[in-house]
């Protein structure tokens, strides 16, 4: 046992920074690549019996430290929101083959409340069902009505708003 810790004492000494590196340059993070050589190194200890060439150890622990990259990876869900929104938003406001009704209404979409928005971008943005949203957002079918019920009114609020300002054009101050 004692041979194993001065073993394991060897090897992060000789190559923490080497793995330090490499998942700094995989992450680009500094505190996500710490977690991952941490996890490394945590990993190793539990399997150091499995390693059988002291010279492979470097090769070894770079291959732990990429399936702790994936395998952190594979636990991160993107929010639809955060990827709709710079979609609908940007491309929405700027895309000239959009009427200015289609434009105002992705924009007042936009403006809704996270819990409305997210349903309410599924359904119309990429037309998913009820069900389908349900199972998506992890929610309950009768919650997802009830948020895309809600979301309709408070976009019928922003619309009747949006619709009630006057523009210049029709207050006659137009600028020539």
Request: charged letters at 30%.
């Given at each position: 046992m004692k041979n194993k810790q001065r073993f394991f004492e060897q090897l992060v000494n000789a190559y923490s920074s080497d793995l330090y590196r490499y998942a700094y340059w995989l992450c680009k993070q500094p505190s996500?690549?710490?977690d991952l050589v941490q996890e490394t190194?945590?990993?190793?200890w539990k399997a150091?019996?499995?390693?059988?060439?002291?010279?492979?150890?470097?090769?070894?622990?770079?291959?732990i430290l990429r399936n702790e990259n994936a395998r952190m990876y594979e636990k991160f869900?993107?929010?639809w929101v955060e990827i709709e929104e710079s979609l609908a938003s940007d491309e929405g406001r700027h895309d000239p083959s959009l009427s200015l009704e289609q434009r105002e209404l992705r924009q007042a979409i936009m403006a809704l409340p996270d819990d409305y928005r997210e349903p309410m971008v599924l359904q119309?943005?990429?037309?998913?069902?009820g069900e389908e949203i349900a199972t998506q957002l992890n929610l309950k079918l009768a919650t997802v009505n009830t948020r895309l019920f809600r979301a309709r009114q408070q976009l019928k609020q922003i619309m009747n708003l949006e619709s009630e300002t006057p523009s210049a054009a029709d207050t006659g101050t137009m600028k020539k």
């Open positions: 996500v690549a710490e190194f945590s990993r190793a150091l019996d499995k390693l059988h060439d002291d010279k492979a150890a470097k090769a070894w622990l770079i291959t869900q993107p929010k119309i943005l990429w037309g998913f069902s």
